[in-house]
């Protein structure tokens, strides 16, 4: 089974809100991802965790943040986004250190910020 | 630092044309060697891989090998099919193992 899952599948908030976004994985991988995907590009890397532990933040602005529960899951908080941050935002996981191995990706949920 | 170049496209063929979607890489040391593709609406899915000189990935009719005397990794398939229309990225990972980098993508579009 190489399947990460994201919820929701499409998002719309506006500029107040508080969302979340989640992801998981139950392939026991132990590196998991949070990418943006803007139309036509390739994903830009925000925040990896290894071992449940930030590992790389991308210079990402605090109104994301990240958290990881556990092994197997991955959260996105939003809170007070702007219009550009319109995007798909995709999790990946890979069995460890971030460019030792192939990533599997989800889905991606579908963020409009209005 | 590591850096993945893509060809251009947007790539329009014709249904059981040949396929050739050109990638270079610079890198360091030796990295692993990934091919993505995205289809409309959906995520990015792992289609082939290959992590040392002249190993040669296979998928779903799709190849490419790991050059590393031209620092390519070419992906390749001998007759597409409509269903093959999608964005197609090359990824490199560093081999220390500490990031993973993608180039710009292509575009294909296969029309019957």
């Known amino acids: 089974d190489t399947e990460v899952t994201q919820t929701p599948k499409h998002l719309v908030m506006g500029m107040t809100n508080k969302k979340s976004l989640k992801c998981e994985q139950h392939m026991g991988h132990r590196a998991m991802y949070w990418y943006k995907q803007k139309a036509k590009k390739p994903p830009e890397l925000m925040f990896v965790?290894?071992?449940?532990?930030?590992?790389i933040n991308e210079s990402v602005p605090s109104r994301f943040s990240p958290e990881c529960p556990n092994s197997s899951l991955l959260n996105l908080h939003l809170h007070a986004l702007q219009p550009e941050d319109s995007a798909l935002y995709l999790c990946?996981?890979?069995?460890?250190?971030?460019?030792?191995?192939?990533?599997?990706f989800g889905p991606g949920t579908r963020l409009t910020v209005t | 630092g590591d850096s993945v170049t893509q060809m251009e496209g947007p790539v329009t063929l014709s249904e059981e044309a040949f396929l050739t979607i050109n990638c270079t890489y610079t890198a360091t040391g030796y990295p692993s060697l990934f091919w993505y593709v995205q289809y409309p609406g959906e995520g990015l899915q792992l289609l082939l891989k290959?992590?040392?000189?002249?190993d040669k990935g296979s998928n779903k009719g799709f190849e490419a090998t790991y050059r590393k005397e031209t620092t390519s990794f070419h992906l390749e398939k001998g007759s597409v099919q409509v269903s093959d229309s999608a964005v197609y990225f090359c990824?490199?990972?560093?081999?220390?193992?500490?990031?993973?980098?993608f180039g710009t993508g292509t575009s294909l579009t296969v029309i019957p």
């Open positions: 990824a490199l990972s560093d081999s220390a193992g500490n990031q993973f980098y």
């Open positions: 290959a992590t040392k000189a002249d």
């Open positions: 990946a996981s890979s069995q460890d250190r971030p460019g030792l191995y192939e990533q599997y």
């Open positions: 965790y290894s071992y449940e532990k930030l590992s």
